[in-house]
C-alpha cells in the first residue's frame, strides 16, 4: 500500500500526518509504548474472554462484570451470577415468579432466616 504523503503511515489509517510519518493517534502510541497498540485502541468492540459473555465492555480482556469477579474473588465466579434462565420459583410446586437464586421472594426469604 502506497502512503500519500500527508498522511499516515499505519495500513487503512488515513488521517493527516502529525509528526514522524503518524497521525496524533498513533504517533502518541509509538511515543509511549515504541510501537503501534490496535489493541488497545477505543472505538472498537472486543468481546469479553469469559465463557459464555456477549458483553463488549470490555477494559482488557474482561467485561467490567468479570474483571470486578477476579479482583474480588481471584477468579471468575459463574454460580454467583443472576439466573436469568428461571422464570420462575425452583421450590417444588411453587409458581411465583423468580427473585434471587432460582427462588421466589417467598422462599428466598425463608432460606435467608433459616440461614440466619
Known amino acids: 500500500m502506497k502512503v ?3 498522511e499516515c503511515k499505519v495500513p487503512g489509517c ?3 500526518h502529525y509528526s514522524r510519518g503518524y497521525c496524533k493517534r498513533h504517533y502518541t502510541q509509538v511515543s509511549r509504548h515504541d510501537r503501534t497498540t490496535p489493541e488497545r485502541e477505543r472505538g472498537k468492540a472486543r468481546l ?5 459473555c456477549t458483553r463488549t465492555d470490555c477494559n ?3 467485561c467490567r462484570k468479570h474483571a470486578r469477579q477476579i479482583k474480588v474473588h481471584g477468579r471468575l465466579t459463574p454460580e454467583r451470577e443472576h439466573q436469568h434462565h428461571a422464570p420462575i420459583c425452583s421450590y417444588p410446586g411453587c409458581k411465583n415468579p ?3 437464586k432460582g427462588l421466589c421472594s417467598k422462599h ?3 432460606e435467608h432466616r433459616l440461614k440466619s
Not at 48 to 52: E, M, N, Q, T
Open 108 to 110: 428466598y426469604g425463608r
Open 60 to 62: 482488557g480482556d474482561y
Open 48 to 52: 469479553c474472554k469469559a465463557p459464555g
Open 98 to 100: 423468580h427473585r434471587a
Open 4 to 6: 500519500k504523503h500527508g
Open 14 to 16: 488515513g488521517k493527516a
